[in-house]
């Protein structure tokens, strides 16, 4: 639960080795030690060094396993998260899987394991952590959409259709149970320089995952409902979401 002045004392990071989550978890906490931490995440180098990092930031880390294709997996994340003492303040649901674009159009399997990291699983987690937070009477949950659910492009219509499909759900969600006292940011950012992405050509207005968290925290001081990363990115594509599909589809995007 925050504090007397508000600062937050617990977080859940499902997803817990991405860049973005762990910039904003950073950004968040700032020079505060003692708050509690858990790393939900697959179990190996980058969890163990993650955590490592955290805790040398005077943070109290708690490690789980997650996978985001198995039902108990997550299940058992969350419900551990929130059963281990205290309340949880805030959420980030950050785990995704960008996947082979090609592949994914043409490949049943492929195109299922899409659907089912970034947005079933996604959509799960949202449940069952709702449910806690209304319990509690509080919280915040910070879902990581993208511009690519805006309106998804032949290039990455799959993994665009996961995050329409999520950014609907999380949307929806915080206008649900906002009345329970309960924010949900839903976070679009455009391209981040990631580990996710090494190896991409990064597109125009491009960002780090520190520049993202900075949006993100500022968001979630303001009590907004949706961010963009930049802020730019929005008018960029309310001008794409409006062109004719005649010329859209001809962009090299």
């Not at 592949?103 to 449910?131: F, K, T």
């Not at 509080?138 to 665009?160: C, L, Q």
Request: net charge positive.
């Amino acid at each position: 639960m925050k504090d007397a002045i508000g600062n937050v004392q617990r977080v859940l990071l499902l997803g817990g080795t991405s860049d973005i989550a762990l910039a904003t978890l950073l950004r968040l906490i700032g020079q505060r030690s003692g708050v509690r931490v858990t790393l939900a995440a697959r179990p190996g180098e980058r969890r163990a060094a993650a955590t490592a990092s955290l805790e040398s930031r005077g943070m109290k880390v708690t490690e789980v396993d997650f996978e985001a294709a198995d039902r108990a997996s997550y299940e058992y994340a969350i419900s551990s998260s929130f059963e281990a003492g205290g309340d949880v303040d805030v959420v980030m649901v950050a785990f995704g899987l960008l996947g082979d674009q090609q592949r994914a159009w043409q490949d049943v399997d492929a195109a299922l394991e899409l659907v089912q990291v970034n947005y079933a699983a996604a959509v799960a987690c949202g449940v069952l952590i709702a449910d806690r937070m209304r319990a509690q009477g509080h919280g915040a949950i910070i879902a990581m959409s993208s511009v690519a659910g805006e309106r998804p492009r032949k290039s990455n219509f799959v993994y665009g259709s996961t995050k329409a499909g999520l950014d609907a759900f999380y949307s929806g969600l915080g206008d649900a149970i906002a009345a329970d006292g309960v924010q949900v940011l839903v976070v679009r950012p455009g391209f981040v320089r990631t580990k996710m992405t090494a190896g991409l050509t990064a597109a125009p207005l491009s960002q780090t995952p520190e520049q993202v968290a900075e949006v993100i925290v500022g968001g979630l001081a303001a009590g907004r409902q949706t961010v963009w990363a930049p802020p730019a990115m929005r008018w960029v594509m309310f001008g794409l979401r409006h062109l004719p599909r005649s010329v859209f589809r001809r962009l090299p995007i």
